[in-house]
């Protein structure tokens, strides 16, 4: 019993040990648009969740097939989407 045990708790520490990075999140494209100084003077774009909300649009758009270098108006959001919110969505 005790070497089951033993084995279940390796397994478990094992796993945690060799699991993939977590995805990063909302808080850390925020983030990313603060630290590179992402500004607007539209001030609905000011407000967090409209930029996360918009960071999704993008990432729902080049998932569909929409070129990242498509989008001229916002290329630092449409780069901190996929960075931040869907890496998967890079080359």
Not at 32 to 42: E, M
Not at 71 to 78: G, S
């Amino acid at each position: 019993m005790k070497q089951v045990l033993i084995a279940t708790v390796v397994a478990a520490f094992s796993a945690l040990a060799l699991a993939a990075p977590a995805q990063a999140d909302e808080q850390s494209y925020l983030d990313y648009l603060r630290d590179h100084h992402y500004a607007t003077g539209n001030f609905w774009l000011w407000n967090p969740q409209t930029q996360i909300d918009t960071g999704y649009k993008y990432c729902g758009m080049i998932r569909s097939g929409t070129p990242a270098s498509s989008f001229r108006l916002d290329p630092l959001m449409v780069e901190a989407a996929q960075h931040e919110l869907c890496p998967d969505t890079l080359g």
